[in-house]
């Protein structure tokens, strides 16, 4: 059977009815979902694979529904305020999206045989959704480092684990032929009678659609795709991330834009990039709890939590913000003392910062901070001796006063640097220390 194309809004406001009907009555349901820190790539990656997948699924798909979920509760898209950018271009809200506050707490409501799980943006399902439905993974398109917990077959689902600047290429990648079908034919999609019956139901203008239509809902598509491709290469100008499969991605999404409009000089796409690093980029009015939990992500290795946070100002900034939220104005601890409340709250072993932030003069500026309990204390000195010359580390001692050690209570190891080699970003720090972390198991 077929049913109507539809755009992107309606096209949520269905799989977040689907999924509430698959809930109530236990029916087969595929959950796209991307990584923890819920960046743009790991939002635009889950939504374009779901919305393409349930026009065009395979004829042996788990199901013919496919639902994008944003790894974080609804609550935390406030924190994020380069979504809304994304919101206004894509012709979507907040209110739009499927968070886990839209997933039952129990797997009795939702049963791991009811549901398959496709990773984009990351190949590991972490965390408590990791420890209910990580034997239900059966698919990945990925950018990260390989961990191997994805089945080889997995069939008719894609398994791509490739070196990209954004994810969401991969995805555009993937999903092109389908694109070009499902915009030459806006009215046709294989599926089955109740997926049909739910979208015509939903959209009663869907007879409507003609080529305007689906070239209108493409390019509102593209825009909210090209938006994590430009954020990840810098609007393609980062010879140290960009790929082919970016380029030919920002390519082909350009196309879709500029095919919508009758003015496509209206279309610029610098203007665009720097609507979207402006307002990733303003955290002043965050509170520092907010700021380091913004793009965050954690591993469990063995019986140990590593969590690293990415922001985008440079540890002087957070130094500043701790302190001016501080009620006991001790410069000497400050700083530290609000690190190790945030990684005590979340039980961390090893608790990192990258920062990744530009100088007045134009210059890129990465930062690295690093704490450890006791027990872990060997593996974040040998992540030090093996990554000081990987990374170009530059030891900071201003941040810890001088002394890099630091006694307390819990977390007795810390220290930060300056990282000269700046091509290397939280992708290949974590498995750094992750790798120590694997190494020194046996002091753990």
Known sequence: ??????????????????????????????????????????????????????????????????????????????????????????????????????LPTSSDALPPKSTQWILVDHNKLQGALGQLYSTRVHGVIDHHEEENTVPRDTDPEPRIVEKSASCTSL??????????????????????????????????????????????????IAKMAIASVLIDTSNMTSETKVERVDRAAASYLEVKILRSSNNPEAWDRTEYYEELDKAKKDISNLPLADILRKDYKEWTEGNRKLGISSVVKPLDFLKDKAWNESSVQEEKSVFGKAMEDFA????????????HSTLSEGNYKRELFLQSRENTVDAVSSFEKDATDELGLELLRSISSGDPHVEGEEYVWQRAWLQKDVSKSRKQIAPLLRGSMQTHSGTL
Not at 172 to 201: C, G, H, T
Not at 344 to 355: E, K, V, W
Request: charged content about 25%.
């Open 344 to 355: 005590h709250a979340r039980d961390l072993d090893i608790f990192a910062i990258t920062t």
């Open 171 to 220: 995805v555009v990648r993937y999903f092109k032929d389908d694109w070009n079908i499902l915009a030459n034919s806006p009215s046709f999609s294989r599926a089955n009678n109740a997926q049909e019956d739910s979208l015509n139901d939903d959209n009663d203008d869907s007879d409507d659609n003609n080529d305007a239509d689906s070239e209108g809902w493409d390019a509102e």
């Open 1 to 102: 059977m077929v049913f109507h194309r539809v755009p992107l809004r309606a096209f949520l406001y269905f799989a977040k009815t689907k999924l509430q009907s698959s809930i109530q009555s236990q029916e087969r349901i595929n959950l796209v979902i991307g990584n923890e820190s819920a960046d743009l790539d790991s939002l635009t990656s889950a939504v374009l694979y779901a919305y393409m997948r349930s026009h065009i699924p395979p004829r042996n798909a788990f199901s013919p529904t496919y639902v994008p979920v944003l790894n974080i509760p609804a609550s935390d898209i406030a924190i994020r305020p380069e979504f809304d950018v994304l919101f206004s271009h894509a012709n979507i809200s907040a209110e739009d999206l499927i968070t886990l506050d839209d």
